[in-house]
């Protein structure tokens, strides 16, 4: 994806290192952050909460500094390390310009509509974006439109509300899609984005994509094609003369090498449209910005471009894992919510097990968390979610397939069979299965019952 030279350069973390060369020189601060000081304390000097403070933060605090331009870049008014960051970030995404944001997604998404003015404008919203984008419109004053969205349709909802709109002789100011969801939904952004296009050829259209979930999908070959910003470059490379500015935002922490809160608001558009992002930034963004999460999200693009690929590729092999489990022991099934021949596609990094009931996949949950230290984030009806993020391990995923084998008692060898086993609710303790015998589902528990299995 990139020369030598570009991967170079876009690995260069420059806020990245003024803040630890700061951080390391012991500045006495008389302006503000007195836990900043905790980190050059003398040892035995500190109460017992403030030595608690130093434990649980360790060499954090010597980033929580509190200088300003000229001795560090500003946020606001970025014009030397800050700077050039963003620049590295913005051409490592393809995007014109690219803003940092330390109050996480939520916080870029109200800075993009803000600066999309659409207060008192007709927007028209996919029904499923996040609560960030609600609450903003309505706060904002604007007239929103809703478009419900499913992950089974064949057009997406908001290209049909637009088509609807259209021939109503409704205008439309903005509009807003979510195009990367919690459960691993992505839309097909080269069809929704040339649909778009047919509908607002002439009139243009200003876009904020909430592309929260996948980052990371921009610095591996295959899934970048999938992204918004590959997307509308492709799209607009077909379409010069085609009036439209988008909004990206990207929950960076979510898929990258961030501290939680940091999130990328990237730009495609004029230089007004850049103005006005810089402009809603200071007016909406809390004068006091994070810098360890600032520094956090140079040093993410950076790490995304050295090492993005491969660790994406043992992602997807370690998410390919998981499924095969699920393909060779009974009671495990894997479930896919989206239909891949309509206007989504399935995020190959997101796996979903169906435990066979509701009550099961609870139990499976809290067991794998309270036994094995395991951590699943959502329980949907008898599914359970695996984020299969760069961060997961070889080694966590050895842990997870163990911990489920003994969770579920699943032991491969002897359950693929089934003729040597009884499975037994208790009370009344009538077996539901006898050796000979296979079950054609997962049974389902009563109140007060428990369900035990011999080998």
């Known amino acids: 994806m990139w020369t030598t030279a570009q991967r170079r350069r876009l690995t260069e973390t420059p806020y990245a290192d003024a803040l630890d060369r700061h951080a390391g020189a012991g500045i006495a601060s008389f302006h503000a952050l007195p836990i900043g000081s905790l980190a050059h304390a003398p040892d035995g000097d500190d109460s017992p909460?403030?030595?608690?403070?130093?434990?649980?933060?360790?060499?954090?605090?010597?980033?929580?500094?509190?200088?300003?331009?000229?001795?560090?870049?500003?946020?606001?008014?970025?014009?030397?390390?800050?700077?050039r960051?963003?620049?590295?970030?913005?051409?490592?995404?393809?995007?014109?310009?690219?803003?940092?944001?330390?109050?996480?997604?939520t916080g870029a998404n109200q800075v993009a509509l803000e600066a999309l003015r659409v207060?008192?404008?007709?927007?028209?919203?996919?029904?499923?974006?996040?609560?960030?984008?609600?609450?903003?419109?309505?706060?904002?004053?604007?007239?929103?439109?809703?478009?419900p969205t499913s992950p089974t349709d064949t057009e997406h909802g908001v290209i049909t509300a637009l088509r609807e709109a259209k021939a109503a002789g409704v205008e439309v100011d903005v509009v807003v899609v979510g195009v990367s969801a919690y459960d691993g939904s992505l839309v097909q952004m080269r069809r929704f984005l040339?649909?778009?296009?047919?509908?607002?050829?002439?009139?243009?259209?200003?876009?904020?994509?909430?592309?929260?979930?996948?980052?990371?999908?921009?610095?591996?070959?295959?899934?970048?094609?999938?992204?918004?910003?590959?997307?509308?470059?492709?799209?607009?490379?077909?379409?010069?003369?085609?009036?439209?500015?988008?909004?990206v935002t990207h929950s960076t922490h979510k898929s990258m090498l961030a501290l939680r809160q940091g999130s990328y608001l990237h730009v495609i558009g004029p230089d007004t449209l850049k103005a006005t992002v810089r402009a809603a930034l200071y007016r909406v963004h809390t004068t006091s910005p994070s810098l360890p999460v600032l520094a956090s999200l140079d040093i993410a693009r950076a790490h995304a471009v050295a090492?993005?690929?491969?660790?994406?590729?043992?992602?997807?092999?370690?998410?390919?894992?998981?499924?095969?489990?699920?393909?060779?022991?009974?009671w495990l099934a894997e479930h896919r919510p989206v239909t891949t021949t309509g206007a989504y596609l399935a995020d190959p990094m997101k796996v979903h097990l169906d435990l066979g009931t509701p009550e099961r996949a609870q139990e499976v949950r809290a067991a794998l968390f309270d036994e094995y230290g395991i951590f699943v984030s959502r329980q949907d009806g008898s599914t359970l979610l695996f984020t299969m993020h760069v961060g997961v391990t070889p080694e966590q995923v050895d842990l997870l397939l163990e911990a489920l084998e003994s969770v579920c008692c699943l032991d491969a060898p002897e359950c693929s069979c089934g003729d040597e086993r009884y499975i037994i609710a208790y009370p009344p303790g009538i077996p539901l299965q006898v050796?000979?015998?296979?079950?054609?589902?997962?049974?389902?528990r009563r109140a007060g019952e428990e369900l035990y299995s011999t080998f």
């Open 119 to 147: 207060a008192g404008g007709r927007v028209l919203v996919d029904r499923s974006v996040h609560q960030s984008i609600h609450f903003a419109l309505d706060r904002l004053g604007a007239d929103v439109l809703y478009a």
């Open 435 to 444: 050796p000979g015998e296979q079950l054609s589902a997962p049974p389902s």
């Open 85 to 105: 960051s963003r620049r590295l970030t913005a051409e490592a995404f393809g995007a014109d310009d690219t803003q940092y944001v330390t109050t996480g997604t």
């Open 194 to 247: 040339g649909a778009l296009q047919e509908l607002t050829a002439e009139s243009g259209c200003r876009v904020l994509v909430d592309e929260a979930w996948t980052a990371i999908h921009a610095f591996h070959p295959w899934l970048r094609r999938l992204t918004a910003i590959h997307a509308i470059r492709e799209t607009l490379a077909e379409h010069p003369d085609w009036p439209a500015s988008f909004l």
């Open 49 to 83: 909460l403030a030595e608690r403070t130093r434990r649980l933060f360790g060499s954090y605090l010597a980033t929580e500094l509190t200088l300003g331009s000229p001795e560090l870049d500003s946020l606001f008014r970025a014009h030397r390390q800050l700077a």
């Open 307 to 330: 090492e993005g690929t491969a660790l994406v590729e043992r992602a997807l092999a370690q998410a390919d894992r998981l499924r095969e489990l699920a393909r060779r022991v009974p």
